[in-house]
């Protein structure tokens, strides 16, 4: 069973950066394509960056200009860059991938990190 592990939130001052991490926990797969989710308390669970498979990036127009995804294939892991944080950015983020196995194929999530904005 494979499971995508986040690391990375945590509380930052506005203005503030981060990066999250999310990494497969099997070495044999790979990671097809990756999109970067959050929900906020009332809110809904929100698209905020997407890498596809042909290696397109996209964002949130709220997060364009600051917030950089990108997947290091080799290492199984993505990532997503938060610069200029601000407190409308704090939420639950989760990674969510496509992870291809040498017998399967699937979508999978992470568990989610906390990431508040505040001072």
């Known amino acids: 069973q494979v499971h995508l592990v986040e690391s990375g939130g945590g509380l930052v001052p506005p203005g503030g950066s981060l990066r999250l991490s999310c990494a497969a926990s099997e070495s044999l797969v790979s990671i097809r394509r990756m999109g970067w989710y959050r929900q906020a308390p009332g809110n809904e669970r929100e698209l905020v960056a997407d890498f596809s498979a042909s290696l397109i990036k996209d964002y949130a127009d709220s997060v364009r200009g600051r917030f950089t995804i990108s997947l290091d294939r080799d290492k199984n892991t993505g990532y997503l860059q938060m610069n200029s944080l601000k407190p409308e950015d704090t939420a639950v983020y989760y990674c969510?991938?496509?992870?291809?196995?040498?017998?399967?194929?699937?979508?999978?999530w992470g568990q989610g990190t906390q990431v508040t904005v505040s001072s």
């Open positions: 969510n991938a496509y992870v291809q196995g040498r017998t399967f194929g699937g979508d999978y």
